[in-house]
T-cell receptor
Framework: NAGVTQTPKFQVLKTGQSMTLQCAQD?????MYWYRQDPGMGLRLIYY???????DKGEVPNGYNVSRLNKREFSLRLESAAPSQTSVYFC???????????FGSGTRLTVV | KNEVEQSPQNLTAQEGEFITINCSYS?????LHWLQQHPGGGIVSLFM???GKKKHGRLIATINIQEKHSSLHITASHPRDSAVYIC?????????FGTGTRLQVFP
């Protein structure tokens, strides 16, 4: 099925460990996004990529890096995980102009 | 003050009732999205609209650009409609999200 595939679905990290969340879309969308969702707050944008080869910071980029590997793939890296990064992370993609906004199924990350 | 405000935060209903969820925003937008998030986390886009009204099955979304307000209506609600409904506005390249309305529909 066409859509956005995110891995892993669950992850527990120790403080200071690193990890990469993977995201791939097969809808030929130009734009891709990483969000985090915390209790009582709306989804917040971490980083986004308007097209292959470009990335820009969102609202809460500190502690994260991203790579737009090609048009399909957009990864999110935590270099040194902190408990404040415990959250649910969503990848999304859209066509230019925001059409066809599609979300991945989410990654529940716990940092202990 | 949040740029996107939803009301109510929580809503309970009996099966068959007509449901209205409201969204107000304070920024300029090019479009507004309504999203649905079921327990277990998956987020699905229901509507994207920039003017007027859209209908899909039992769901109706309206927007009033002058008043910076949108509503999501569910007719003949059903327990399977139980979910969190999220309003998001498109501002430049990015979406700004409300905190969601948790709807529970009881049989």
């Amino acid at each position: 099925n066409a859509g956005v595939t995110q891995t892993p679905k669950f992850q527990v990290l120790k403080t200071g460990q690193s990890m990469t969340l993977q995201c791939a879309q097969d809808m030929n969308h130009n734009s891709m996004y990483w969000y985090r969702q915390d209790p009582g707050m709306g989804l917040r944008l971490i980083y986004y990529s308007a097209s292959e080869g470009t990335t820009d910071k969102g609202e809460v980029p500190n502690g994260y890096n991203v790579s737009r590997l090609n048009k399909r793939e957009f990864s999110l890296r935590l270099e040194s995980a902190a408990p404040s990064q415990t959250s649910v992370y969503f990848c999304a993609s859209s066509a230019t102009g925001g059409y066809g906004y599609t979300f991945g199924s989410g990654t529940r990350l716990t940092v202990v | 003050k949040n740029e996107v405000e939803q009301s109510p935060q929580n809503l309970t209903a009996q099966e068959g009732e007509f449901i209205t969820i409201n969204c107000s925003y304070s920024v300029g937008i090019s479009a507004l999205h309504w999203l649905q998030q079921h327990p277990g986390g998956g987020i699905v886009s229901l509507f994207m609209l920039s003017s007027g009204k859209k209908k899909h099955g039992r769901l109706i979304a309206t927007i009033n650009i002058q008043e910076k307000h949108s509503s999501l209506h569910i007719t003949a609600s059903h327990p399977r409609d139980s979910a969190v409904y999220i309003c998001a506005v498109r501002n430049t390249d990015k979406l700004i999200f409300g905190t969601g309305t948790r709807l529970q529909v009881f049989p």
